[in-house]
């Protein structure tokens, strides 16, 4: 796969610290494409608003960066694709989240009927009951022909996977962290096999770490990928989702929460 101009300077733009969605959509507005972004001055750039000098010069410097190279060389290595913000083969319900990412790093295939998806997640250090009721619940839902979404993680995440991957049905994991190294990484083979079930899906560039930091903004995806989110065995303010101002859809239109004996 070759990127086109405009994916390399999204590329661009998106490995410059301190860029996130809420001001790459400003930049975008501001200047009308990625390109023009990159190609105007420091002076330019910081009549944007929220917008300091100290990330002006990286922008500025942004094309030169060898870490573009570096990422689209990984891009090709590793079997993925990039779908951006604004365009068909943008997955739908997504974009119409508060701050949805304006680039996706996509290993495998989203479809149309991804559309009816529901997610599914929940604690690591789950119970074994919780782990048959996730793979259940995944199972019975990919059968019924809905999306299972998650996001590969230990306990709950695999479960629902693997009960999505059982029905032969669809899924659909989101990452943390980038698309060159799984994580975890004894959920790589899961993760070839969600692959070629579905999709890998992160906004994180290609080596980026999955760091603490990443997941609850990464949460913000799999609601706005689902229609629900059913919710198993997981403490009340862990991994919550990013909202976004109010008037705007977060995500996911409901929740079930599910606890042993219940």
């Known amino acids: 796969m070759t990127l086109s101009d405009d994916e390399r300077d999204l590329l661009a733009l998106h490995l410059v610290t301190g860029v996130g969605p809420r001001l790459t959509a400003a930049l975008l507005e501001h200047f009308g494409s990625a390109s023009a972004v990159l190609h105007v001055s420091i002076r330019e750039l910081t009549e944007v608003p929220y917008l300091g000098a ?5 922008m500025t410097r942004a094309l030169a960066n060898p870490d573009v190279a570096r990422e689209g060389e990984a891009i090709v290595q590793h079997g993925v694709h990039l779908r951006v913000l604004g365009r068909p083969e943008y997955p739908a319900n997504l974009a119409t989240i508060d ?3 304006h680039l996706l790093f996509v290993k495998g295939t989203l479809e149309t009927r991804d559309e009816k998806a529901i997610g599914i997640v929940g604690s690591r250090a789950c119970t074994s009951y919780g782990t048959r009721l996730a793979e259940r619940i995944g199972q019975d839902l990919a059968r019924a022909g809905w999306t299972i979404v998650s996001g590969l993680a230990r306990g709950i995440d695999a479960s629902a996977h693997r009960g999505a991957l059982r029905a032969n049905g669809r899924t659909l994991a989101v990452l943390a962290g980038g698309l060159s190294k799984i994580y975890p990484p004894e959920h790589k083979d899961l993760g070839t096999e969600v692959a070629g079930s579905g999709a890998l899906i992160t906004e994180s560039c290609m080596h980026m770490e999955p760091m603490a930091t990443l997941f609850p903004t990464r949460n913000r995806i799999i609601s706005g990928l689902s229609r629900a989110v ?5 403490a009340k303010e862990v991994g919550r989702a990013h909202h976004g101002p109010p008037g705007g859809r977060a995500g996911a239109r409901s929740l079930c929460r599910s606890r042993p004996g219940r």
């Open 99 to 101: 701050d949805p990412p």
């Open 54 to 58: 100290k990330v002006a010069e990286a």
């Open 230 to 234: 059913v919710i198993i065995e997981a």
